[in-house]
């Protein structure tokens, strides 16, 4: 069959399944508003949690970089593409982690795609979560690595597929079976946490290893907003913290940190950064100055206007009957079900004038689709009310209830 006429059928079969996505123009307007054919509406979707993506400092630092250094990197790191501004923010990143080193990748999926497969291989075993992040999975498949996956948040699961490890034969070469545990620490479609005091635990039990994305915590939690496992103590026993630059940061790119030793071996190893064009020098500038004002004293107000609004959505969301996970987290799930209502919903809230996101399969599972509302630092009372009342609208027009 011809290429064209497979890929018609292809769609045909999304467009019956309400699967089918599309890409619009999207063109910032004032705080949490875009504008999508000609029309502004108040954004509940972005992962700008911090509004530091058109700060005036990142802004500026991305514009010196780029007269300093150019538009690209020209080449990978390991050429001649490793500048003065990526240095700088992995220094930077090492300080707000508290680690010795950390390591900067063009993207949150680079990183994961670079990290994973550098420490396990063939006879090892990845063992994640069930609703780990899409790049957690494609890692672990592009490792070679065994696969298996744990219920979602359940450490019982966990440790009984940790006990069968044990029963695994050497990778190949002689050594002992490395064990690698993936999880995120706020799951970006539920928008719950890992329970990671039980998590550290089992691996320490076991001699595993355990790889923390942090993507959805950089930035939002914990008293410096270095992440979940920093909120709960627990960052000395996380052994690969990642992350991303591209969410609450406002900038691009993905990070890993720890010690020395774990950069020098990626530096060598990780084949997304080795074999991929360094990251612009103005979005590592740009990184830079969010991770600067992070530290300052803007970080802990920005973080309360953020706290702010999840409260208020949570409590608006709660009186109208929705179900939200606990703790409380920057994403708020509205689950409705079936691929077609939750599209339905979605374009009766733009309709009103609010853009918040349909979520289907394969994001997540099928009969799970929902509305993904994210909080964000700009939102104020006002764009909270308007939001609630928009969404109550919505059901109305729509016939669908709260779930």
């Known amino acids: 069959m011809p290429l064209a006429d497979s890929l018609r059928d292809r769609l045909a079969d999304l ?33 700008d949690y911090l509004g530091l993506a058109r700060h005036p400092r990142l802004q ?62 063939p006879g090892d075993c990845v063992v994640l979560d069930r609703l780990a992040h899409a790049c957690l999975v494609d890692a672990a498949r592009l490792s070679g690595a065994r696969l298996r996956v744990f219920r979602h948040n359940d450490p019982d699961d966990l440790r009984r597929i940790l006990q069968w490890t044990r029963s695994l034969p050497p990778a190949p070469g002689g050594r002992p079976a490395q064990v690698l545990i993936l999880t995120e620490s706020v799951f970006s479609m539920d928008g719950d946490v890992a329970p990671l005091p039980d998590l550290v635990g089992i691996k320490d039990e076991f001699d595993a290893w355990l790889l923390l994305d942090e993507a959805h915590a950089t930035g939002t939690a914990g008293p410096g907003l270095r992440g979940w496992a920093d909120a709960l103590g627990l960052s000395h026993r996380i052994d690969i913290p990642m992350g991303t630059l591209g969410k609450a940061l406002g900038a691009a790119g993905g990070y890993v940190a720890g010690p020395a030793i774990l950069r020098e071996y990626l530096v060598s190893r990780a ?105 964000g630092a700009l939102h104020g009372p006002e764009e909270v009310a308007t939001l609630l009342a928009a969404l109550r609208r919505a059901l109305d027009r729509t016939g669908i209830r709260p779930r």
């Not at 019956?16 to 029309?39: K, M, Y």
């Not at 390991?78 to 220094?91: K, R, T, V």
């Not at 208020?312 to 969301?317: F, M």
Request: aromatic fraction near 4%; glycine fraction near 8%.
């Open 15 to 47: 467009d019956r399944r309400h699967l089918r996505r599309s890409l619009q123009p999207v063109e910032p307007s004032v705080g949490p508003r875009l504008v999508i054919d000609g029309r502004s509406l108040l954004s509940f979707a972005s992962n």
């Open 271 to 375: 084949r997304s950064l080795l074999f991929s064009t360094a990251p612009p020098p103005a979005a590592a500038a740009a990184a830079t100055a969010a991770l600067e004002i992070v530290a300052s004293t803007e970080g802990p107000r920005l973080a309360a206007c953020l706290t702010r609004c999840i409260d208020a959505l949570h409590a608006g969301l709660a009186a109208d009957g929705w179900t939200l996970p606990p703790p409380r987290t920057p994403i708020l799930p509205l689950t409705v079900g079936d691929e077609a209502g939750a599209v339905r919903l979605s374009r009766a809230l733009r309709e009103e004038g609010c853009l918040v996101p349909a979520i289907r399969y394969p994001t997540v599972a099928r009969g799970q689709a929902r509305l993904r509302l994210t909080a």
């Open 60 to 121: 500026a630092a991305a514009l010196d970089a780029t007269r300093r250094f150019g538009a690209g990197s020209t080449a990978s790191r390991l050429i001649c593409g490793s500048l003065a501004p990526h240095h700088h923010l992995e220094d930077a990143l090492a300080a707000f982690k508290q680690s010795e080193s950390a390591l900067a990748f063009s993207s949150g999926y680079a990183t994961a795609l670079g990290v994973v497969p550098a420490l396990v291989g």
